[in-house]
Structures are given as C-alpha cells and as structure tokens.
C-alpha cells in the first residue's frame, strides 16, 4: 500500500529534519506548521494513515489538534513527537485514545523509523479488517437475500404442492364414486389402480391393487388393442364370465405423461 505520512510541527528545521529522514522510505510526505493547517491538508488528503505532531504549538496544542483529527479521522494512527516534560500533558490524550505513542525530543533515528514503521502496520491491518468487515457485511447481506428469495420458494412451492395434493384427493375421489370402472395397469400387466365399481365388476368387491392383470380381469378385455385416445371410438362390446356385458374403452397411457400401460373404462351394457 502507498503510505502518507503527515508532520505537523511549527518548527521548520524540525519539518525538514524529519522529511529528510522518512523521504528514503519512498513515502508521500505532507508538512503542517501548526494544527489548523493539519486539519485543512487532512481535509484534502483522506489518503493520511499516519500523523506525528509536535505537542507545543502556538495556537493549537499537539494533543488538542490530535483529538480532533481522532474525531474526523479515526482510522488515522498519531503519534506525539516532544520533550520529555510534555509527557504529563500527554498521558491523558494517550488514555483517551487521542494518541497511539509518545515519543521524545531529541529522537534517534533508527528507533522513530521503527516507530512510524509499525504505526503504518497499525494503520494497513486496519484498514484490511475494515475492508474485510465490508466485504463480510455485504456477503452477508446477499445471503439474506438468497434466503428471504428461497424462503418465499419453498412457501410458493409448498402452497403450490398443498394445491396438487387437493386436486389429486378430489380426482381420486371423484374416479372412486364414478358409475363405471376404471382400472390401470402398466406394462408389466399389473394392475396400479382400480375404483370401487371396477373391484365389485371384477372381483366381487376385493381388492385388485398389485394384482396381474391376466388373472383378474376377462380375456375379452385384455384381448382389446389400446387406443390411442376415446374421442370418437366406440365402446367394445364384452361379455363377462357372469354374464353380464360391459360396453369397454381401451386406452393407451402415456401421451400426456410419464404412465405407461393402458387404462380400462368399462359401463354396464345390457344382457
């Protein structure tokens, strides 16, 4: 990351001292002569990560300038660069979280690189957890999206299957309490449905669920070649072994489905 590094001091010798010092590290360097103009480069460079002032000042103290850039600029890192007899004034900005390091006048210059140096990592981890937050609080945001948009899904499709189950439970109904027989076989010539009318017709009131179909019901009705469809084809005419005759449909399953296998219609004919 590129690091700007702001010296406010109103000391020119003392700007210059430090400028040449920190100019090797291949920072931008901003220079203030006191804390009002601080805050005005502050205010046209949002790229500052780290800010070292002096604490005496005319006009403006060092910690007063830099409790409010902490207001204005809370991400930024500040560092005191004074006298040892500044401290005292000092301690409180620290605790108050005003400044991050107090450091003196006169410095070694090995140890303020050292210094600014991790007030720059200070600075960058910020700024990545920053980013990291933003970019986890917009995942996070997308996930409550994708799960309001799936709930609203499953409620749609739960609804949608509430409507199948009816229809289908009124169909079934209505196939039970039909006049005539129905009965379903696949095409493994099993029988997979049968009404009430077509077990009484054919089984004397048992059950042909399961049941093969070439055991149950009379030859003349398996004999019959499916249809493809009942419109316009005329009933086949078969007797029943008691007798009884049944004018039968023969239809082919499948053309509007998956079902394979055949549908039996049957209605009493007479003797």
Request: net charge negative; charged share 25%.
């Given at each position: 990351m590129d690091r700007t590094l702001l010296l406010v001091d109103d000391e020119q010798n003392i700007l210059s001292a430090l400028t040449r010092l920190f100019r090797r590290q291949?920072?931008?360097?901003?220079?203030?002569?006191?804390?009002?103009?601080?805050l005005e480069i502050l205010a046209s460079h949002p790229e500052v990560g780290v800010i070292l002032s002096d604490q005496r000042m005319p006009g403006m103290l060092g910690v007063t300038f830099l409790a409010r850039v902490k207001e204005l600029y809370p991400d930024t890192v500040r560092l005191v660069?004074?006298?040892?007899t500044e401290l005292e004034s000092v301690t409180d900005a620290i605790n108050r979280g005003a400044v991050y390091k107090f450091l003196t006048k006169p410095w070694e210059d090995d140890?303020?690189?050292?210094?600014?140096?991790?007030?720059?990592?200070?600075?960058?981890?910020?700024?990545?957890?920053?980013?990291?937050?933003d970019e986890l609080q917009q995942a996070n945001h997308a996930l409550q999206r994708m799960n309001s948009h799936l709930e609203r899904t499953v409620?749609?499709?739960?609804?949608?299957?509430?409507?199948?189950i009816e229809v289908l439970q009124v169909s079934q109904e209505i196939l039970?309490?039909?006049?005539?027989?129905?009965?379903?076989?696949?095409?493994?010539?099993?029988?997979?449905f049968a009404n009430q009318v077509a077990?009484?017709?054919y089984a004397s009131g048992e059950n042909l669920l399961?049941?093969?179909?070439?055991?149950?019901?009379?030859?003349?009705?398996?004999?019959?070649?499916?249809?493809?469809?009942?419109?316009?084809?005329?009933?086949?005419?078969c007797k029943l072994a008691s007798g009884r005759q049944v004018n039968c449909w023969?239809?082919?399953?499948?053309?509007r489905s998956f079902a394979r296998g055949w549908l039996l219609v049957a209605v009493p004919g007479y003797p």
């Amino acid at each position: 990351m590129d690091r700007t590094l702001l010296l406010v001091d109103d000391e020119q010798n003392i700007l210059s001292a430090l400028t040449r010092l920190f100019r090797r590290q291949g920072w931008q360097i901003l220079r203030a002569q006191s804390g009002e103009e601080g805050l005005e480069i502050l205010a046209s460079h949002p790229e500052v990560g780290v800010i070292l002032s002096d604490q005496r000042m005319p006009g403006m103290l060092g910690v007063t300038f830099l409790a409010r850039v902490k207001e204005l600029y809370p991400d930024t890192v500040r560092l005191v660069l004074s006298g040892y007899t500044e401290l005292e004034s000092v301690t409180d900005a620290i605790n108050r979280g005003a400044v991050y390091k107090f450091l003196t006048k006169p410095w070694e210059d090995d140890l303020l690189l050292a210094n600014v140096e991790e007030a720059f990592r200070r600075h960058e981890m910020s700024r990545e957890n920053n980013r990291l937050n933003d970019e986890l609080q917009q995942a996070n945001h997308a996930l409550q999206r994708m799960n309001s948009h799936l709930e609203r899904t499953v409620e749609d499709k739960t609804k949608e299957l509430a409507r199948q189950i009816e229809v289908l439970q009124v169909s079934q109904e209505i196939l039970q309490t039909l006049p005539v027989a129905v009965i379903g076989v696949d095409d493994s010539e099993i029988i997979v449905f049968a009404n009430q009318v077509a077990c009484e017709m054919y089984a004397s009131g048992e059950n042909l669920l399961g049941e093969d179909a070439s055991a149950k019901l009379p030859a003349c009705l398996l004999s019959l070649v499916p249809e493809d469809q009942a419109r316009n084809k005329l009933p086949r005419l078969c007797k029943l072994a008691s007798g009884r005759q049944v004018n039968c449909w023969k239809l082919r399953m499948g053309l509007r489905s998956f079902a394979r296998g055949w549908l039996l219609v049957a209605v009493p004919g007479y003797p």
